[in-house]
T-cell receptor
Framework: SQQGEEDPQALSIQEGENATMNCSYK?????LQWYRQNSGRGLVHLIL?????REKHSGRLRVTLDTSKKSSSLLITASRAADTASYFC??????????????FGTGTRLKVLA | EAGVTQFPSHSVIEKGQTVTLRCDPI?????LYWYRRVMGKEIKFLLH????????ESGMPNNRFLAERTGGTYSTLKVQPAELEDSGVYFC????????????FGQGTRLTVV
């Protein structure tokens, strides 16, 4: 089953507005991470929130995690044109062997209009 | 410090041909992952190496895909013979051996099978 389904799939806002993206997942996690991908580039890590945390901030980014609802949200405040990118959440799962892997969703395409 | 590098950045091949993608992880990162993104869909997990061992190859589509990581350094992903549905962007990522850390991604290889 797919983990880390982002919502909305696409979002278009004006510069200066806030952008909120949501992520839902299905199974238990150790932590959840948000990544950004600019067109033609690799993914860049933005922020990590552990399963025992409820909120985390990093600059203009605010991430919340609700493990009871198996969901997370990413808020970008005072958006800029440079924030235009695809945003992915990744859930991190461990296995009895001790290994772990990152599971990504379909992403949210954010367009910030100048 | 060099990041994760992938080669080539783009590849266009005909159906039935063979293509080999290469990934050089960040030095010292034991964990190496391959992912694929097809036409705006989710970033799908393919497989995970810890050093030279395949820890999880549950995402490999079929036996036309072969991944290796000789000596636990760089990794190759070979597709033989390539089919049209193999087109997409192949990402490689590496991480340190700690659970609550991020994955570092390469810029991806865009594979087009015609």
């Amino acid at each position: 089953s797919q983990q880390g389904e982002e919502d909305p799939q696409a979002l278009s806002i004006q510069e200066g507005e806030n952008a909120t993206m949501n992520c839902s997942y299905k199974t238990s996690i150790n932590n959840l991470q948000w990544y950004r991908q600019n067109s033609g580039r690799g993914l860049v890590h933005l922020i990590l929130i552990r399963s025992n945390e409820r909120e985390k901030h990093s600059g203009r980014l605010r991430v919340t995690l609700d493990t009871s609802k198996k969901s997370s949200s990413l808020l970008i405040t005072a958006s800029r044109a440079a924030d235009t990118a695809s945003y992915f959440c990744a859930t991190v799962h461990t296995f009895p062997s001790g290994t772990y892997k990152y599971i990504f969703g379909t992403g949210t395409r954010l367009k910030v209009l100048a | 410090e060099a990041g994760v590098t992938q080669f080539p950045s783009h590849s266009v091949i005909e159906k039935g041909q063979t293509v080999t993608l290469r990934c050089d992880p960040i030095s010292g990162h034991d964990n190496l992952y391959w992912y694929r993104r097809v036409m705006g869909k989710e970033i799908k997990f393919l497989l995970h190496f810890v050093k030279e061992s395949k820890q999880d190859e549950s995402g490999m589509p079929n036996n036309r895909f072969l991944a290796e990581r000789t000596g636990g350094t760089y990794s190759t992903l070979k597709v033989q013979p390539a089919e049209l549905e193999d087109s997409g962007v192949y990402f490689c990522a590496s991480s340190q051996g700690h659970l609550n850390t991020e994955a570092f991604f390469g810029q991806g290889t865009r594979l087009t099978v015609v």
